[in-house]
């Protein structure tokens, strides 16, 4: 539900010549990212024939608009006028909940020992801690596909790498702060690595690209190093079902 009388708070702001950036109280908060996503839908609906894209982040919203058929300044009139006048608690959001293998092996989970040892925590409680937390999908950025899941229970809280490594395993799970993510392709990155997903999360033969969209849950399970590999198999064969990842 969305409390109206927060509506207040949001502040549109020209930025450039074709977006207009919806910005609201500047915090990670679900309530807050679960108002962005009603507002990015209701936009995208509302004002079709104009409005190309929107792109939520935690707490703001970047407006993609054809500046062509309307100026920044109507746009913003606009959305002010209609955010005034729509009682969008009643707008549900859609969303769903997956339910994400994870092989924390210490051949995957490379930083396990020495988070152990930072956090006074035994691996073993590493991972049921991780385990036990239901995480929103706040955004995707950083790389394509990559979600920003929050938030980890503050015992398992970790701070970044000073130094990052040049190259991150596609499919790793890290750690960063009270955030964790799956590192959806080889990259740089300086979070600590705790355990590897075998599900990829993007599926360049498909028109959505990924099944995972902002606003939705996850939780992780354990999984063995065999269970793995045999789903990895499975899905370079085409065989994996990812409608079972549903809960």
Known sequence: MIDQSKMSDIRLITYGESHVLLKMEQRIDPTINGTI???SRFILDRFRGF???CTPSYCSLLISFDHSKVNAKALISMLNQVLQDTDLSRKPLDSKKYLLPVCYDLTFGIDLRSLS???SLS???IIRIHC???YLIYMKGFLPGFLYLGEADGRIA?????VPRKKVKQGSVGLAG????IYPSNAPGGWQIIGSCPIPLIQWDSPELSIFNA???IKFKSIDISAHAAIEKEIKMGTFDFQSLSI
């Open 37 to 39: 996503h009603r507002l």
């Open 51 to 53: 409005v190309l894209s």
């Open 117 to 119: 040892k930072t956090l």
């Open 123 to 125: 691996i073993e409680e």
């Open 132 to 134: 036990t937390q239901t």
């Open 158 to 162: 970790a701070n970044r790498h000073d």
């Open 178 to 181: 009270r955030q964790t993510g």
């Open 215 to 217: 606003g939705d849950q």
